[in-house]
């Protein structure tokens, strides 16, 4: 069998994904900025070629899965790190991967958005343009100038691009035999929620609101969502985004989905 690369592996939603794997009996191909088996920066573009790089040289060019758990949260102080990491870092390493995972049996890719995916609109997203021909000093710029809230800005822009990115590739990842799709969580128990509650500027809005299932996810519960759509009972399911948030999303949008 071959790996499924995990990156964001150290923590959080990627290192739950990892124990999850591990329980199948799957060996994950870790990537994070430290203590996995390739570390490399996705907030570079020295950083994503060194990870795609060094994830085709140990695989041998052959990959069964992807899922690609790596970010930032809202409450980071450079919003433009929040874009190159969330989506240019993402991205990156989902298309340059392709051509290995098209060589694995029942390949599928993973990309962990976020219900703010949903916050901002396409047609208003400040990076989409920018995004859209590959441009990462614009995209960075046009967040940087976004105001006190330029984090949650940045975050929920970066998060909205991946998924229209994502959905974007369904054609070409179809007719390589690659399936491809976003889980989307809400407010779940990891450091970057935790460092979110005790930001000055989100952590009382974060800590006051309550989901309709009245508690935080945990991080197995993405992974339990992520295992499914890289196994074989997902088969017909392909530019989905699967929402994990305990109906926060159905709660605010209720005739939009
Ligand atoms: P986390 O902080 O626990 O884990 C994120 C991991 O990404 C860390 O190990 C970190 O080192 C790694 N990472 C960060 N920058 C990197 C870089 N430049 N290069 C390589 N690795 C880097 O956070 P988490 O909550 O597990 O988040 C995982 C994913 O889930 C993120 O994409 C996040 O946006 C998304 N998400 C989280 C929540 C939540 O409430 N926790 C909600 C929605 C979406």
Redesign the pocket.
Same mark, same amino acid.
């Given at each position: 069998m071959a790996p499924t690369v995990v /990156? &964001?592996a150290? !923590? &959080?939603? *990627?290192a739950a994904t990892c124990a999850a794997l591990r329980e199948q009996g799957r060996e994950p191909l870790t $990537?994070?900025?430290?203590d996995a088996d390739i570390n490399?920066? +996705? *907030?570079t573009p020295e *950083?994503r070629q060194h990870a795609v790089d060094a994830v085709l040289a140990r695989s041998g060019g052959v990959l069964d899965g992807l899922a690609l758990?790596? &970010? +930032?949260?809202p409450h980071v102080p450079d919003p433009a790190r929040i874009v190159s990491?969330?989506y240019f &870092?993402t991205v990156a390493v989902l298309d340059g991967l392709l051509p290995a995972l098209r060589e694995g049996e029942q390949p599928a890719a993973v990309v962990?958005s976020? $219900? !703010?995916s949903t916050h901002v609109a396409w047609d208003t997203n400040p990076i989409a343009t920018a995004v859209e021909s590959g441009d990462e000093p614009a995209a960075r710029a046009a967040v940087a100038a976004g105001g006190e809230y330029r984090g949650q800005l940045a975050y929920a822009a970066s998060k909205n691009a991946l998924t229209v990115a994502t959905r974007r590739r369904v054609a070409e990842w179809g007719a390589a035999g690659v399936r491809l799709n976003t889980v989307a #969580? *809400? !407010?779940?128990d /990891? #450091?970057?929620?935790r460092a979110g509650m005790d930001d000055p500027r989100y952590g009382q809005a974060i800590r006051e609101f309550v989901a309709p299932v009245a508690r935080h996810g945990t #991080?197995a519960e993405i992974a339990a969502a992520i295992l499914y759509l890289l196994g074989g009972n997902a088969g017909f399911v392909h530019g989905a985004q699967l929402v994990v948030d305990g109906g926060v999303d159905a709660l605010f949008r209720p005739t939009t989905f």
């Open positions: /990156t &964001g150290a !923590s &959080g939603i *990627g $990537v994070d900025l430290h490399a920066d +996705l *907030g *950083g758990c790596a &970010g +930032l949260g990491v969330n &870092g962990v976020s $219900v !703010s #969580p *809400g !407010s779940v /990891t #450091p970057l929620l #991080p």
